[in-house]
């Protein structure tokens, strides 16, 4: 007999878990499906775009090598519907350039690690990501990656605030990216609340990530104000890291921070 008050909830008879896919229109099913792909694939081709320009990572690097565990996993390596391993792979080409510009531009954001550190670091979570992704959605039984998605989506979002605070600035971000980015991880969870209705975890995860992409927004607009740099202008002047409240961002050597090891004609910081 136990001392303590009796619990308030009970544990559920069928874990929810098991619960599987409800049986979803195809028309409804396109109607949140699509716009999760489109959402995500207009993110990551800004992102390339941007990140060309700024020579800053548009996606956190360590979050990128996350992105390619699970798209490469559940493309290649573990089952996967049909649909869903089409998306992934499609996802997966714009990581895999994604992925190049992290390990070249990467290092910028980390300065107290030399290139080749960051790089060694960079791969190790990749690999863990990897390992990861293969047990969780196996132990989930996730067939479509949703559980596995959702998950990783909450650090994601979070990450790009992290980002935007260490920067002190909007470099390698755009408005357009941040937009691209919300409807896109709107839609998922959508997709996933139609699809698995009776799945509660999702419904705590969805409206975490999407608060925290809705911050994301705020937060980078009232950093572009503060720099001058018009927010909805598709070609915004390059911005300058760590530049000051109120000050310009525009100017010779915009995009390169001053910070040690890293000058207007390095591509990378160095080791």
Same mark, same amino acid.
């Given at each position: 007999?136990?001392? #303590?008050?009796?619990?308030?909830?009970?544990?559920?008879?069928?874990?929810?878990?098991?619960?599987?896919?409800?049986?979803?229109?195809?028309?409804? %099913?396109?109607?949140? &499906?699509?716009?999760?792909?489109?959402?995500?694939? *207009?993110? =990551?081709? !800004?992102?390339? +775009?941007?990140?060309?320009?700024?020579? =800053?990572?548009?996606?956190?690097? =360590?979050?990128?090598?996350?992105?390619?565990?699970?798209?490469?996993? $559940?493309? %290649?390596?573990?089952?996967? /519907?049909?649909?869903?391993?089409?998306?992934?792979? !499609?996802? $997966?080409?714009?990581?895999?350039? #994604?992925?190049?510009?992290?390990?070249?531009?990467?290092?910028?954001?980390?300065?107290? !690690?030399?290139?080749?550190? %960051? +790089?060694?670091?960079?791969?190790?979570?990749?690999?863990?990501?990897?390992?990861?992704?293969?047990?969780?959605?196996?132990?989930?039984?996730?067939?479509?990656?949703? =559980?596995?998605?959702?998950?990783?989506?909450?650090?994601?979002?979070?990450?790009?605030? %992290?980002? !935007?605070?260490?920067?002190?600035?909007?470099?390698?971000?755009?408005?357009?990216?941040?937009?691209?980015?919300?409807?896109?991880?709107?839609?998922?969870?959508?997709?996933?609340? *139609?699809?698995?209705?009776?799945?509660?975890?999702?419904? *705590?995860?969805?409206?975490?990530?999407?608060? #925290?992409?809705?911050?994301?927004?705020?937060?980078?607009?009232? &950093?572009?104000?503060?720099?001058?740099?018009?927010?909805?202008?598709? +070609?915004?002047?390059?911005?300058? /890291?760590?530049?000051?409240?109120?000050?310009?961002?525009?100017?010779?050597?915009?995009?390169?921070?001053?910070?040690?090891?890293?000058?207007?004609?390095?591509?990378?910081?160095?080791?």
């Amino acid at each position: 007999m136990s001392w #303590l008050p009796p619990f308030l909830i009970p544990m559920s008879e069928v874990p929810p878990v098991t619960v599987g896919a409800a049986d979803v229109p195809d028309v409804l %099913f396109a109607a949140v &499906a699509g716009p999760t792909a489109l959402g995500w694939m *207009v993110t =990551y081709i !800004l992102s390339i +775009r941007q990140a060309s320009r700024d020579r =800053y990572v548009g996606i956190p690097a =360590y979050l990128v090598a996350v992105n390619i565990a699970w798209e490469f996993s $559940l493309t %290649f390596l573990l089952e996967q /519907t049909p649909t869903q391993r089409q998306i992934n792979f !499609l996802w $997966l080409v714009f990581n895999v350039v #994604l992925l190049y510009q992290a390990l070249r531009y990467g290092p910028r954001d980390y300065p107290g !690690l030399s290139a080749r550190a %960051f +790089r060694w670091t960079l791969a190790g979570v990749l690999v863990w990501a990897s390992v990861v992704v293969m047990v969780g959605a196996n132990e989930f039984h996730d067939i479509d990656g949703m =559980y596995t998605g959702m998950i990783i989506q909450v650090p994601l979002s979070a990450s790009f605030i %992290f980002l !935007l605070r260490r920067r002190g600035s909007s470099a390698g971000q755009s408005m357009y990216i941040a937009v691209a980015k919300t409807v896109g991880s709107l839609f998922a969870g959508l997709t996933a609340f *139609v699809v698995y209705p009776s799945h509660h975890l999702l419904q *705590v995860l969805v409206p975490t990530y999407v608060a #925290l992409d809705l911050a994301y927004v705020v937060l980078l607009h009232k &950093a572009m104000r503060r720099e001058g740099r018009p927010p909805w202008a598709f +070609r915004t002047p390059t911005a300058v /890291t760590g530049a000051p409240a109120g000050a310009s961002s525009t100017g010779p050597g915009a995009g390169q921070a001053p910070r040690a090891g890293v000058g207007p004609g390095s591509d990378d910081a160095t080791a």
